[in-house]
């Protein structure tokens, strides 16, 4: 019961920060670098965890962008297929599942690269951009 409380607490600290995280090699960006104090040997490391999950994340996307042209195709139809439509929705789903988890794998050994000093640095920093982001969504004139 502690473990699946205390997965469950991870899961939900990492997906929020996950969400977060700058798109692309971060570890590579000048400003990341300089602000967390990457040595090279982390950035090394971090390049190996992303090249280690490359492939599965890549075959996971394609599966779900070719099981959403089939539905597309199956919503095209005159007379819909229920039956297919919530079977391709469940491969769907489950590939979706799937990229996900991998991601989050990624995401976990990548931060396991950071101190913890790092990784409190890079929180305050990830927090602070999502509140930007917010603001400007906030401040978006509306469409009546």
Do not use: C, Y
């Amino acid at each position: 019961m502690k473990r699946a409380v205390l997965f469950l607490f991870i899961l939900l600290i990492a997906t929020s920060a996950f969400a977060q995280l700058p798109p692309g090699k971060w570890w590579r960006r000048g400003d990341i670098i300089q602000t967390l104090s990457l040595t090279e040997d982390q950035q090394d490391r971090l390049d190996g965890i992303f090249r280690g999950a490359a492939n599965e994340l890549i075959d996971t996307k394609a599966e779900i962008d070719k099981a959403s042209i089939a539905l597309r195709g199956e919503l095209d139809k005159p007379q819909l297929d229920r039956n297919a439509i919530r079977a391709i929705a469940q491969r769907i789903n489950q590939a979706r599942s799937r990229k996900f988890e991998h991601e989050l794998m990624m995401f976990a050994d990548m931060r396991g690269v950071l101190t913890d000093q790092q990784w409190s640095h890079m929180r305050n920093e990830l927090d602070r951009l999502q509140a930007s982001e917010q603001d400007k969504v906030r401040q978006r004139p509306r469409m009546k």
